[in-house]
């Protein structure tokens, strides 16, 4: 009989504040649930190239590697959490990270990343992991303007179909992933 497979993290990083805060979070969680932390930066095509596929593709994936380095330092500094795994993906953040999430036991997200709908209390990104996650999910949110992180806001998968839930219907295209 092998061993069962260890339990794992999922944290989306897209360097941004609250993908830091996400990566304390994880820390925080993984002794509970006996977890590693995968750290996970995905980058897509700028939306600027829809025609055709740009040159110099090894500059995104260095700049996305770049990213998510300083969030790890940011988050650990020196000390991190045994285990960890940090990798950039190629593919839309939605779609690497719902499938990501399909070996994990939890997938953690900032509440907004780097998106251009600053007043989003919850971005795109998140809501469609809540909605499309093969776990459960837990939001954070930025931290207060007094420098305290708030509790972080946890839905699971499965409560994104509840009659509490907003629709999410247009980012159905997620969910075969």
Same mark, same amino acid.
């Given at each position: 009989m092998s061993p069962a497979p260890a339990s794992q993290i999922v944290v989306g990083v897209d360097g941004s504040?609250?993908?830091?805060? *996400?990566? =304390?979070f !994880?820390?925080?969680?993984a002794p509970v649930?006996?977890?590693?932390?995968?750290?996970? !930066?995905?980058? #897509? #095509? %700028? &939306?600027?190239? %829809? !025609?055709y596929v740009p040159l110099g593709r090894s500059e995104?994936?260095?700049? *996305? =590697?770049?990213?998510l380095d300083e969030a790890l330092a940011a988050a650990f500094g020196e000390d991190a959490p045994p285990g960890l795994e940090a990798s950039v993906v190629f593919g839309h953040p939605v779609k690497t990270l719902v499938k990501a999430s =399909?070996?994990? *036991?939890?997938?953690v997200v900032g509440s907004r990343g780097h998106g251009t709908f600053r007043g989003l209390l919850v971005g795109s990104i998140s809501s469609a /992991?809540? *909605?499309? &996650?093969? /776990?459960p999910v837990l939001v954070v949110r930025p931290p207060t303007d007094a420098g305290q992180q708030d509790e %972080?806001?946890? =839905?699971? &998968?499965? #409560?994104a179909g509840s009659p509490h839930s907003s629709s999410h219907a247009p980012m159905d295209r997620y969910a075969n992933e």
């Open positions: 504040e609250q993908s830091v805060a *996400a990566l =304390r !994880a820390r925080k969680l649930l006996d977890a590693t932390i995968r750290a996970v !930066a995905a980058w #897509d #095509d %700028p &939306a600027e190239y %829809p !025609a995104y994936t260095h700049a *996305a =590697r770049r990213e =399909r070996d994990a *036991a939890l997938l /992991c809540v *909605a499309h &996650a093969h /776990c %972080p806001t946890g =839905r699971t &998968a499965s #409560d």
